[in-house]
T-cell receptor
């Protein structure tokens, strides 16, 4: 079975500062990894995904994430955040074969301060 | 810009009533997922369809919940009878490949 741990429930950061949202996973099989963003009263939007290949993945809105197999991590980063980045961010994992159910982390609430 | 649509966006109902939520997946997508989101439990997968066939509904309370895909353009989630503990936001997601999921805006259900 797979599991996902998002270590921080809330992350406050000042505007234009860098941010890292942490995600660790556990799995005995190969996985795909995802980051989603949820703005208030909206559905989840895919930020980026790691399927294979380069371990550094670039996504929308200036976000990127690095897959680290040895540390079983997939941390999300942005070099300079904006007020509009305030949202909930979810890390998710799925198997690479068989059923592709997502296992979601509990989410990290990013609050960007002026 | 293709999107998953869900209706209704908001639903308030009394305990014991039947609730039906509808989802129109993105045209051409062959996988559909139903999730429930609450503050306490986070995002929970309720059901998962591929090519309209249910693959996994282990996350769904079988006694009151049912999920179907009467055709490729419509997925439904029904609760009968509804209970206050069913109050949540219900999301539908669709994908062309199993590893892709595009979420709808959700149905916010309140059961009083």
């Amino acid at each position: 079975a797979q599991s996902v741990t998002q270590l921080d429930s809330q992350v406050p950061v000042f505007e234009e500062a860098p941010v890292e949202l942490r995600c660790n996973y556990s799995s005995s099989v190969s996985v795909y990894l995802f980051w989603y963003v949820q703005y208030p009263n909206q559905g989840l939007q895919l930020l980026l995904k790691y399927l294979s290949g380069s371990t550094l993945v670039k996504g929308i809105n200036g976000f990127e994430a690095e897959f680290n197999k040895s540390q079983t991590s997939f941390h999300l980063r942005k070099p300079s955040v904006h007020i509009s980045d305030t949202a909930e961010y979810f890390c998710a994992v799925s198997r690479t074969s068989g059923t592709y159910k997502y296992i979601f982390g509990t989410g990290t609430r990013l609050k960007v301060l002026a | 810009d293709a999107r998953v649509t869900q209706t209704p966006r908001h639903k308030v109902t009394e305990m014991g009533q039947e609730v039906t939520m509808r989802c129109q997946p993105i045209l051409g997508h062959n996988t559909v997922f139903w999730y429930r989101q609450t503050m306490m439990q986070g995002l929970e997968l309720l059901a998962y369809f591929r090519n309209r066939a249910p693959l996994d509904d282990s996350g769904m309370p079988k006694d009151r919940f049912s999920a179907e895909m009467p055709d490729a353009t419509l997925a439904t989630l029904k609760i009968q009878p509804s209970e206050p503990r069913d109050s949540a936001v219900y999301f539908c997601a669709s994908g062309l490949y199993d590893y892709e999921q595009y979420f709808g805006p959700g149905t916010r259900l309140t059961v009083t």
